[in-house]
């Protein structure tokens, strides 16, 4: 059943919505969840209790905030103002994301570059000269035999580990991840190009495509991580190497588990008839957030599973 939908008011106002209490029931399930993670990784009893709990909030925080949108989308309340106001809202939403990122993929540079070299004790010809570094007083006193190359699989507790044949494959799993989620930015662009065309078909399509290759995309992510587990050995308490593996792959797992939910609901808005060819800025800013995720991903099948 098509929704009749209102168009930008012409008159170039700002809409000032009534308070809401999401963002703080929001903030209770996003700490829920966090903390119920952190006590299942500590044999927490309450721990799936405060996470699956955490989760369930997220979920009806999402529907409520953005079911409020939706209908003040829908009964014309956004103008053209209201529509940069949003495309600037997702802006630095995404960089922000960009900022997380960052930072976990610094502590993984730091590590390899810096870190595990000064343990060997052979760090940069660079930081020689420039610091007059006069050698590896901790590999020499603490730690001898230790070999600074990455992955940092050997260490002062071996028996975490299965050895060298704890790495993931490169050119496995990961390559075929990184091919489906190249292919699922073809698929969402696709389904823009549709708006432009007013083929509401093409977008559909698109659509549904997209949302089955991220599916796929998770369910080779979980395989991997099984196969992490309990064939390879490697898991979050491997030594820095599997930390940095798990945090950073699990923080990009799940923003692709938030994409595909905000795909679904984008699509089932298509279905009802809820966009415009000339008003359609939540479709965007999804597709947005989608390529964002792509990006992230290629440089962790490079910095991660390949280099």
Partial sequence: MKVQIKKYNPVNYYFIADPSFWPMVGSCGLFSTVFGLVQVLHGGVLGPYLMVAGVGILIVTMIGWFGRVINESLHGLHSRQMDKTYRWGMLWFIVSEVALFGAFFLALFYTRLFGVTELGGDPFELVKTLYMYKGGATHQYLWPHFQGAWPLLVNPSPQLFKGPEAVIRTWGIPALNTLILLSSAVTVTWAHWGFK????????????????????FEGFQAHEYILAYTELGLTLKSGIYGTTFFTLTGLHALHVSMGVIMLTIILIRCLKGHFLPEHHFAFEAVSWYWHFVDVVWLFLFMFVYWL
């Fill in 197 to 216: 065309k007013g083929n509401r078909k093409q977008i559909i399509t698109g659509l549904i495509i997209t949302i089955v290759l991220g599916v796929i």
